[in-house]
């Protein structure tokens, strides 16, 4: 156990709203990571953290900001959601040998 | 274009039998490989990793193979067992700065008893 949490576990929403998802790791990693899974692709980078105030994009980072003012949390926020946002969202840390680690994921459905 | 490719959506396997995972890339900067297990409903779970300076690690039932000049990878269980029934991702990191993994599209692996 990595100590990650995801919040909210699920979500429903409509196309055109707000949404954030928080990342939250109890143990002082560096690197934080936000991914979407979707079939066929597998899981893909949105951004990536790699301090309080650090973050950069990923592959698929359009539509998506990010924030990070505490160490411990992550958080992925789609400022005008859309139905092409509908996915399971991961958070992960890296561990000690460059492995990373995830959370349980977030179900979200932009309808 | 995907520079990480499993190309077999499904694999099923006979309980005790031989598991062979496969994955291809196309990215000769990769020098960092790892595979995760996702059951339904989790988080992926990190299973066994190779760096390219080896050819084969192994970890218990799990053994991965590098083929550097081939770009391929791949993910033996033996003996398969029921509970090893997930999907199965290859990813790959070049080593630089964020340690990025770019993950395949994932193999559903069905052990049947």
């Known amino acids: 156990d990595a100590g990650i949490t995801q919040s909210p576990r699920h979500k429903v929403t409509e196309t055109g709203t707000p949404v954030t998802l928080r990342c939250h790791q109890t143990e002082n990693h560096r690197y934080m990571y936000w991914y979407r899974q979707d079939p066929g692709h597998g899981l893909r980078l949105i951004h990536y953290s790699y301090g309080v105030k650090d973050t950069d994009k990923g592959e698929v980072s359009d539509g998506y900001s990010v924030s990070r003012s505490k160490t411990e949390d992550f958080l992925l926020t789609l400022e005008s959601a859309t139905s092409s946002q509908t996915s399971v969202y991961f958070c992960a840390i890296t561990g000690h040998a460059n492995e990373q680690f995830f959370g349980p994921g977030t179900r979200l459905t932009v309808l | 274009d995907q520079q990480v490719k499993q190309n077999s959506p499904s694999l099923s396997v006979q309980e005790g039998r031989i598991s062979i995972l496969n994955c291809d890339y196309t990215n000769s900067m990769f020098d960092y490989f790892l595979w995760y297990k996702k059951y339904p409903a989790e988080g992926p779970t990190f299973l066994i990793s190779?760096?390219?300076?080896?050819d084969k690690n192994e970890d218990g039932r799990f053994t991965v193979f590098l083929n550097k000049s081939a770009k391929h990878l791949s993910l033996h269980i033996v003996p398969s067992q029921p509970g090893d029934s997930a999907v199965y991702f290859c990813?790959?990191?070049?080593?630089?700065?964020?340690?990025?993994?770019?993950f395949g599209g994932g193999t559903r692996l069905m052990v049947k008893p």
């Open positions: 990813a790959a990191s070049a080593g630089d700065a964020g340690n990025m993994l770019t």
């Open positions: 190779i760096s390219s300076i080896k």
